[in-house]
């Protein structure tokens, strides 16, 4: 069993910038991949980013330029730098990971105020 725990989110001004972090813990053999999705009431769960054990990363168009996925594999930490944050970031965000199987943190949540 693998648990995500999510930490760093919270209440920002527009412009301003938030850390979360995410550590993954249990028993596993490799990490594929980990990063973050978000979602707000209503809506789906959307890409925010992600990292693979090879480091290619992937990001959401709306945050590109903004945001920055990071992980240090030695601690199974993945990180997000959120940038120029906008109203409309607000969401919780969610910690994916993916071992054997995908896996998914509790959230936490990051509200942007205007």
């Known amino acids: 069993q693998v648990r995500l725990v ?7 001004q527009a412009g301003g910038s938030l850390r979360l972090s995410c550590v993954a813990s ?7 991949g980990l990063g973050w999705y978000r979602q707000v009431p209503g809506k789906e769960r959307e890409l925010v980013a992600t990292m693979t054990s090879g480091g290619g990363t992937n990001y959401g ?10 992980r240090d594999n030695v601690k199974n930490t993945v990180y997000l730098q959120m940038d120029s944050l906008r109203p409309e ?6 910690c994916w990971g993916w071992f054997s199987r995908t896996y998914w943190g509790q959230g936490t949540q990051v509200t942007v105020s205007s």
Request: proline fraction near 0%.
């Open 61 to 70: 168009d709306s945050v590109k330029g903004r945001f920055t996925v990071s």
């Open 89 to 94: 970031d607000t969401a919780v965000y969610y």
């Open 26 to 32: 249990g028993r596993f053999s490799r990490v594929n």
């Open 6 to 12: 999510e930490s760093g989110g919270g209440l920002v």
